[in-house]
């Protein structure tokens, strides 16, 4: 499952790992939204947005990062932090899967929130699997 993947790598890097720590082990790191009613100075959300099959037995998953912060600063030091984790990412395997090769599709600012006054960047990778 690449969700288990990406959140074992990210978890398991240290840079990541600390600029994404809230404490007591846990992770500002979460499946497709910010759970209600948590109130954050980072957090970075991932969602598989498509997936590719070729014959005969390579996969590809694209994931989108949304990447939150209080300050512009945190989100391209969290993005550079992805990059230097998955683009060019190569063979490594976690959660049950096995990625041979990762690369960035895209990444952009996605502003600023003035509800909430959070900074918001996207990051999105290509995941090929075996």
Known sequence: ?????????????PELAELLGIGSGDFALYPAVVPKGIEI???????????TDRFPTVRAATVQFNIFAK????????A??????FNGDTNKASGGEAVYFSIRVSESDLGYNYDDGIYQREASYSFKMR
């Open 1 to 13: 499952m690449i969700e288990q993947y990406i959140y074992d790598l990210i978890t398991a890097d």
């Open 41 to 51: 100075d980072k957090a970075v959300t991932f969602t598989l947005i498509g997936t």
């Open 71 to 78: 300050t512009h600063t945190d989100t391209v030091e969290i």
């Open 80 to 85: 550079n932090a992805l990059a230097t984790l």
